[in-house]
């Protein structure tokens, strides 16, 4: 059964950094598309990270571009996104979510995943 955990949220001042985890059990990360989805307070789930099943496609939001990374563990089979120059905009819930052969071109649509966490809360705020 493929199934996904995020842990890591928290509270983080304008500026600071954190780093969130996907734990995946059921399934090899390496094998695997993974999308990190963001979901702002009364808005709908939107992808600011995925990477593509196909080692080296990845999909970036143009709001996280240089500021978010996204990394493969295989060894703990773990999806990271780590996150810097933190916004209050970037508060949300953080979502990661599971795919098998799935690659982006331009976009990463939450309707191409079936297999999603429970979410982590990010709140940057000062």
């Known amino acids: 059964q493929v199934q996904v955990a995020e842990s890591g949220g928290g509270l983080v001042q304008p500026g600071g950094s954190l780093r969130l985890s996907c734990a995946a059990s059921g399934f090899a990360v390496d094998n695997y598309a993974i999308g990190w989805f963001r979901q702002a307070p009364g808005k709908e789930p939107e992808g600011v990270l995925c990477?593509?099943?196909?080692?080296?496609?990845?999909y970036e939001a143009d709001s996280v571009k240089g500021r978010f990374t996204a990394s493969r563990d295989t060894a703990r089979n773990t999806v990271y996104l780590q996150m810097h120059s933190l916004t209050p905009e970037d508060t949300g819930v953080y979502y990661c979510?599971?795919?098998?052969?799935?690659?982006?071109?331009?976009?990463?649509?939450?309707?191409?995943?079936?297999?999603w966490g429970q979410g982590t809360q990010v709140t940057v705020s000062s």
């Open positions: 979510a599971a795919e098998w052969r799935l690659i982006f071109n331009g976009v990463c649509l939450r309707e191409s995943f079936a297999s």
């Open positions: 990477l593509g099943s196909d080692l080296g496609n990845k």
